[in-house]
């Protein structure tokens, strides 16, 4: 059953100068959770932000009625949503969305950009919990973009690579030299972040003939499927994101990438 | 308590509070978060004869007070309908109104006819207005003879309750409105979105893919009410108002111009109790007024 709660800001940590982690306590348990699911916030009553924002779950504390997200300041409602205080309320819908599959064993590969680092944190903790191997690779910009290794080093290896390559190997993610490991160590990718890479790590799944999965960031009116405008070409003709998504296998996706 | 009920047609609304076509489904989302038993009716979200997938992606985009969509009525088809969702829906305990769409009269009629074996659908909304599809649509709702012609088309294979849901893309929309109430109609709905469009500055193109597209939302209220308003005045059809409504005072407020019955849109996106929040808030406020009867603020504004 979806929640619509009003929830308490107890913290927000800036990581960078545009990245910030926001804790809200929940008034309710909170349900189980699954890597990959979504909120929809409400930030504030400003015309300006008149729609509410999807977030993807960072992390849970179940005890303590916590939720922990990780926010990336693109824009007039992220930086709204930066600025408010411990103590402020924010409106939350949640859980939203389907889910990253959880193999029962094997050995994969997690791919995150920018703010699609997010749901990682939710699946590592899945993955460990079934045994199964796991191996984190961040790319960014520069070495400030690169966050939350130390989190991410709990479930596994984190390989880095930055575009002007002040940490980790130079390049984007899929120049990382991981990826020419002969034989090649990885049953499953994960990705997520820009579509442009996600594009790049899926075409690497197909050259190297293992399934991929996405979580895409469409844009989003509502959030639980009354809107249809949030969708994606698929195989199965235009599915809704927010409902069918936001994790999708890539061979479902008509992003002809292994032409 | 004040006696919340509104007639529209042949049907018997709980209360004035219904959701609009294309922002609720068909109600088995919000169903998730209210009993659909608290409302007055669901309007379903447009059907048309055949399956469409709709616009290409990005469909939506953001505006000040409100949003544009070009979704182009992505849905399933009747038969689909039908055949899978019809019977999840059918036993809610409130009013299931179909929102109907053609590219040509045939269209519109054909589908009423669908329609009519499915006995718990007391009335069907003929949707004239859509401004997201090129074959048809709005093309209907623009000019009077057309507007006429559909509605006299389908009259005349529907006996159930027939609302015509009007475009606010016209010069006067009393023109529209006293034509298809000349041609058999037993409602208005208005308005439908209004066509706008969004342009992203920094890379030089238009926000949706369609170029164009409608805009809903609290930005379209003053607009839709004044139309309700210029309708009220000229024809004794009942009205459901429809545009930006957010809250109870909104909703009132289309009361007061004329509407018998109000629809809540794109403000369900924001706030899924919306409606019954709303249906609420119209009961206080008549205790406050004390009026017994909803039906005494229905066309109460004073102008003099
Ligand atoms: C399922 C899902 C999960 C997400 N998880 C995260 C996350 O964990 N952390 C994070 O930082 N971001 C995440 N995003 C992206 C986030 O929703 C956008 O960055 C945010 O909506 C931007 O809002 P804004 O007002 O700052 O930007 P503006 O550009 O001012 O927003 C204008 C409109 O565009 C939409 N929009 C703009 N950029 C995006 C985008 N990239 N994706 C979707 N909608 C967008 C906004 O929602 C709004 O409706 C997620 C998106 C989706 C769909
Ligand atoms: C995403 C979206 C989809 C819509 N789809 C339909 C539709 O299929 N048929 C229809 O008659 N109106 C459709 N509408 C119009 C609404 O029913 C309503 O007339 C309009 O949004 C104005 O009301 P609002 O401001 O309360 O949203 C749609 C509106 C939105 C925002
Ligand atoms: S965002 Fe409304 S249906 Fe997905």
Sequence with gaps: MKRIQDCTISKITWLNTDSYLLELDVPDEIPVLAPGQFAEIRIGNSPDVFLRRPFSFLDADVENRKLVFFIKRIGKGTRHLGELHPGETVNIIYPLGNHFQVPEKGNVLIVGGGSGIAPFILLGKELQKK??????????????????????????????????????????????????????????????????????????????????????ENLMACGFGVCLCCIVETTEGNLCVCTEGPVFNTNRLKWQICA | MADLRVTIGQMELRNPVTTASGTCGFGEELAEFFDPGRIGGIFVKGLTLKPREGNPYPRMAETASGMLNSVGLQNKGIDYFTEHIYPRIKDFDTHIIANVNGSTIEDYVDLSEKLNRLEKIPAIELNISCPNVREGGMAFGISCPSASAVTRAVREVWDRTLIVKLSPNVTDIRDIALAVEEAGADAFSLINTLLGMAVDAEKRRPVLATITGGLSGPAIKPIALRMVWQVAQVSRLPIIGIGGIMNATDAIEFMLAGASAIQVGTAIFIDPLAPVKIAEGIGEYLVRHGCSKVSEIIGALRVD
């Design chain 1, 131 to 216: 045994g199964v191997g796991m191996t984190f690779l961040l790319g960014g910009k520069a070495g400030s973009d690169i966050l939350l290794t130390d989190r991410f080093s709990q479930y596994g290896d984190v390989l880095i690579t930055t575009e002007d390559g002040s940490k980790g190997e130079k390049g984007m993610v899929t120049d990382h030299s991981v990826f020419t490991s002969d034989p090649f160590p990885f049953t499953m990718i994960y990705a997520c972040g820009p579509e442009p890479m996600m594009k790049a790590v899926a075409r690497m799944s197909c050259l190297k003939n293992i399934p991929c999965e996405v979580s895409l």
